[in-house]
């Protein structure tokens, strides 16, 4: 796994990020959070246990590991949020174009994921869509185009 760097400026003085930074959420299906990410296009990271989905995205090769909710209880000690009622965070994922965009929107639909966001320009240089994963966690797919930002 590549290691995900983060830039001293944004960390307080004397804290060290050497190694990785992974995200832990909670999952009702742990079968149908695999497939998903798989039919998205996401490595699924084989030596998992069985309570537990690891999935690694893009270049950073981030980890995102999907645990059984009562495993994900046990260790934020509280329940965790039904992301199909309340937003915890939304991801976001940077891509190279538009038509990438409106690929990751078709790619999501096959897979089984709800687009809330149709692929759409905003301000005039970000192109974006949104959506949510079988579990209810919302992700945005965006393009910026650097050369449009208003001054």
Known sequence: ???LSLQSSILPEGLIVDKQIWLNLASKDLEKTRIFYE??????????PPNLVSVVMGEMNLMINFFAI????S????DPCDAHKSNEIIFSIG???????????KKVVEAGGKIF????EI????YNCAFSDPDGHNWNVMYMDLDKVPS
């Open 75 to 78: 260790f934020v000690c509280n």
């Open 1 to 3: 796994m590549g290691a």
């Open 117 to 120: 966001s149709q692929p759409q």
């Open 95 to 105: 891509v190279h174009d538009r038509p990438e965009v409106d690929r990751w929107a």
């Open 123 to 126: 301000q005039g240089w970000m």
């Open 39 to 48: 039919g998205i296009g996401a490595s699924i990271h084989d030596q998992s």
């Open 70 to 73: 009562d495993e994900f209880s």
